[in-house]
């Protein structure tokens, strides 16, 4: 099953993607339980990270569809998204939000189903790395690649991603659990640290980006194997 949402102020283009999703439905082996929006200032507003798909009208009142994305990457960088306009030249500005495509209307069938059945394999490679935490601003969903490191400070964890950074109530185990140990190795207690972010050791300091971050002496040699491991290096 795979949540969609429409978002787009005109009914009959609304009512047409739906009828395009229940047809390709029943045309394959994929079942959708679809939400259309009218608004897209109302559509953030009730945002909660659990749609696989979103179909965004460019042509929005008030906030057009590019605004109401910049906004939409702020707390779900991994969603498909599929802006939907009269106009390709718009819909080629969607990339800059990581569009998965763009469908010009008037939408027809044909092409719709050799879009969506693209877009549908992308959203299945994504499920198996994401991630979605509840904060106190509700919930927030990005991939793991997306993650720099995970911090612990008492019983909060701090996800600090390229999107910026995330807090929700819990222990270094369970954010340890969410990740594959191949990738994510802890260089002491309290932080817990995606591999692929590293670009640098001096001693004990771990660099990843414009984060420094101290290794304990306990848990150098395993970071460093694991780190040469991962890079396929002998560290010798």
Do not use: W
């Not at 559509?43 to 990270?49: G, V």
């Not at 997306?146 to 701090?158: G, S």
């Not at 185990?173 to 969410?178: D, G, N, R, V, Y």
């Not at 001693?203 to 984060?211: D, M, N, V």
Request: aromatic share 12%.
């Amino acid at each position: 099953m795979f949540n969609v949402a429409i978002v787009e102020d005109d009914k009959k283009e609304a009512d047409r993607l739906a009828e395009f999703l229940h047809r390709y439905a029943q045309d394959s082996d994929v079942r959708f339980n679809v939400k259309i929006f009218d608004s897209g200032i109302k559509f953030l507003d009730t945002y909660q990270a659990n749609y696989d798909i979103i179909f965004m009208d460019i042509d929005l009142p008030a906030l057009n569809g590019l605004e109401i994305s910049r906004e939409l990457r702020k707390i779900d960088s991994t969603v498909a998204l599929v802006f939907v306009t009269n106009l390709a030249q718009f819909a080629i500005n969607g990339y800059e939000f990581d569009a998965s495509d763009y469908m010009l209307k008037p939408l027809k069938y044909h092409s719709f189903s050799l879009k969506i059945k693209k877009v549908i394999n992308r959203c299945r490679r994504h499920r198996e790395n994401e991630i979605m935490i509840k904060t106190s601003n509700g919930e927030v969903r990005f991939s793991s690649a997306a993650v720099i490191f995970v911090e612990v400070n008492l019983h909060n964890v701090t996800y600090h991603t390229e999107q910026g950074d995330y807090t929700a109530y819990g222990t270094m185990k369970q954010a340890a659990a969410q990740f594959s140990p191949e990738e994510f190795v802890l260089c002491n207690s309290c932080y817990l640290v995606n591999l692929r972010h590293v670009t640098g050791i001096d001693g004990y300091l771990i660099s990843l980006g414009e984060y420094q971050l101290v290794i304990s002496h306990p848990k150098r040699k395993k970071f460093i194997e694991a780190l040469h491991a991962y890079y396929g290096t002998s560290g010798k």
